[in-house]
């Protein structure tokens, strides 16, 4: 059995502010894929009926995961987010077991 995490988020950008938001997403992922080795998934779609950003993730632990949340450029680009008024809620970030299916 694997010891990876996943970890899906929904990020929803307050009106009129989705390009903004995805700019600041996107420097993110950057940086996650750049400093943190214990990311192996970070990917983002936009879920146009729901007006919001998906994540998906996956990471080596959950040590991995305390890392990435304790990352300084998480925690700005939050702090820059509400600040600035990009979101219309808080980001529900979940931490999810795999339950059945399966990946080619």
């Known amino acids: ?9 929904f990020i929803t ?3 009129g ?5 995805q700019a600041g997403l996107e420097d ?8 943190e080795p214990g990311a192996l998934q970070y ?10 950003f998906v994540f ?3 990471y080596k632990n959950l040590d991995a995961v305390a890392a990435h949340r304790g990352q300084v450029y998480y925690s700005e680009l939050k ?3 509400e600040a600035e008024g990009l979101l219309a809620a ?12 399966f990946t080619r």
Request: no cysteine.
């Open 79 to 81: 702090t820059r987010a």
């Open 56 to 58: 998906i993730e996956k």
């Open 13 to 15: 950008p307050a009106p």
């Open 43 to 52: 990917e983002f779609y936009w879920d146009e009926k729901n007006g919001q």
């Open 28 to 35: 993110l992922a950057a940086k996650v894929k750049e400093n």
């Open 90 to 101: 808080p980001i529900d970030a979940r931490v999810i077991v795999h339950a059945g299916g």
């Open 17 to 21: 502010k989705k390009e903004q938001a």
């Open 1 to 9: 059995m694997s010891d990876t995490v996943s970890v899906i988020a």
